[in-house]
């Protein structure tokens, strides 16, 4: 009986978040995302059982429930159990397992965190099963597989971190999904970079949803927004390939602006609290889809910066990019 675990980073989108929404990039003639893998992680391990027995301990939404077999998981009709049977329908285990996740991340932080545990769970069944994917199959089969969980539709970015680590940089065009992972600095990001959550859970779904209706209604504003975080999502990605840190804190200001404008669901009373509270001493990025959850704040003064958001009592996380992505230890 075989034991895989599989520990994935999360993610902060610098640019170009939404716009990998199938068809919202071919509205472009195509689009750039960058985001890079940060050090807050997920955990999945699976585990074969002798019988037919499917044991859930969902650690980070506190479920524990044991099930005689696949079929009574299926019918079981309840919510917490909606993120495994996609996979368990996918993969037709011929034995029992043990599945075990974990986060780091908050619930509704803006950080991919699903989309991490989706990525370990392809992952942990790919290696345990013996299939030799590679990562643009992995990234198509997360997407596919957590898009079926979620009944929206899901872009694909948040998967490739968790399964490539660095800074990477995607680029949506219409023959392909092209994938290249970079080298982000530490030290840089030490120096000007935290990432503070707002204390409110978002919803990235319904969030897009409302964005990828309005765009294929043809509403012009939604589309002016949209060409607009397309072209601020190649100048980030030019800044990050000439090493050009500096520039970030103009690119990310001019990148709120016109994702706020997108719809008022982006924002929140305690993102535009933290807006304020930052000021001229630094940009505020709001991670994934806003309205909650989590954002980046970089700043020339982030002590500063960081000591004011601990003083209003938001959570800060002195983070760092991961380099490499999903870390297996089969037993």
Not at 53 to 64: A, T
Not at 80 to 105: A, M, N, Q, V, Y
Not at 117 to 138: H, P, R, V
Not at 188 to 206: A, D, E, R
Request: with cysteine.
């Amino acid at each position: 009986m075989a034991k895989i675990r599989v520990t994935s980073p999360t993610r902060i989108d610098l640019a170009g978040g939404t716009l990998d929404l199938w068809p919202l990039y071919t509205f472009l003639n195509g689009a750039v995302t960058v985001n890079m893998a940060v050090n807050i992680f997920t955990y999945v391990e699976i585990e074969e059982l002798p019988g037919p027995q499917i044991i859930l301990d969902l650690k980070n939404i506190g479920f524990k429930k044991t099930f005689a077999n696949a079929k009574q998981l299926f019918d079981f009709k309840n919510e917490k159990t909606h993120f495994i049977r996609p996979h368990i329908r996918f993969w037709k285990p011929e034995t029992g397992l043990k599945i075990t996740i974990d986060s780091e991340s908050p619930v509704g932080g803006g950080l991919g965190g699903s989309s991490s545990i989706t990525a370990g769970l392809s992952k942990a069944f790919s290696e345990l099963y013996g299939k030799n994917l590679q990562d643009i199959e992995l990234v198509r089969l997360s997407h596919n597989l957590e898009a079926e969980i979620l009944r929206t539709p899901t872009g694909t970015q948040d998967y490739v971190p968790a399964l490539r680590g660095g800074l990477n940089i995607l680029r949506y065009e219409m023959d392909n999904l092209h994938l290249e992972t970079r080298y982000f600095p530490n030290d840089i990001l030490q120096k000007k970079g935290f990432l503070v959550y707002t204390g409110k859970p978002h919803n990235s779904g319904l969030n897009n949803w409302e964005v990828l209706k309005k765009a294929i209604q043809g509403h012009r504003s939604t589309l002016k927004c949209l060409n607009q975080l397309g072209l601020i999502s190649n100048r980030v990605k030019d800044a990050c390939i000439d090493e050009d840190w500096d520039s970030l804190e103009d690119l990310f200001d001019e990148e709120y602006k016109w994702r706020t404008s997108l719809t008022p669901a982006f924002t929140s009373p305690q993102i535009k609290k933290i807006k304020k509270m930052v000021g001229n001493r630094g940009a505020v990025k709001i991670c994934g889809a806003g309205g909650g959850g989590c954002v980046l704040i970089w700043s020339e003064k982030k002590q500063e910066v960081l000591e004011k958001c601990r003083k209003h009592g938001f959570k800060v996380f002195d983070i760092k990019v991961v380099d490499n992505g999903c870390q297996i230890q089969k037993s």
